[in-house]
């Protein structure tokens, strides 16, 4: 089992409570109290057939699935989370049918079943298990703290800030780009972006939505489209994987893949 260091700070009495129930219907558990990305990945790397537990809130489970996916073994190990933060560090986890309750969380784990996810990976190695956002309007930059800084100076503050605060790098007006949706064009360089969102629900096919910046662009609304695979183009673009902040690049594409990981819940929500 990982436990996050900020869950520990924020809600040590949550974690207590997932460790107790956890130990007792898993009395052989190892509990892990990994202080930086560098411990967490040797404790990935070295977990043997021990199936992960995670305590703590999106950025923590979003952390593993990275390390799993980096090591090419997110399919193989079934994840479980038990969420502790605040609670707007847990829309992933209300997403995807993980209860909120560390008791309930926590008895899932043991007794739960296992229910496959899509993501989207990037050819740059990068994966996105939750949203992809591609924000065509300036603001105020979003500074990812450094992999090796400690878990504990960050803590939730620098998450609400990661996850609302837009990206910069990018005129007032939009952004040029080139969106290609199964080889398909959505949106071209001749007409300003205002947002592209990539979700990959389930079934082996993301949903693309193209905003643009004026009337004549989205004459009935932005539609979903449904493509396996979305490539982005244009002049140092940023865009957003989940929680963390990608680019400048000039392309990039996500390709989705089928069944790319498993997480432990409820056996009602899994079915």
Known sequence: MVIDPVARTMDGESVRIAKDVLRAGAP???FCFPDSTGELAKIIEHRGRRRPVVIGDDTALLRTVRLLHREGALAEAALSLVPVGQRAALSLARSLGVPLSAVAAARAALDGAERTFDALVDDSGGIVVGALRIPGVSGAPAVAP????????????????ALTAPLPGVSGGGHRLR?????VVLADLDRPVREVSVRSPAGGMAEVVVR???PAFDDEGPLPVRAQAVTVSGRDFRYRADEAAG???R?????????AWRLTLPTTAAG
């Open 146 to 161: 450094p992999e090796h800084s400690g878990w504990l100076e960050r803590g939730a503050r620098t998450l609400v800030r």
């Open 247 to 249: 680019g400048p690049v």
């Open 251 to 259: 392309r990039r594409t996500w390709t989705v893949r089928e069944n």
């Open 179 to 183: 969106v290609e949706a199964d080889g």
């Open 28 to 30: 052989s558990l190892k």
């Open 212 to 214: 643009g910046t004026d």
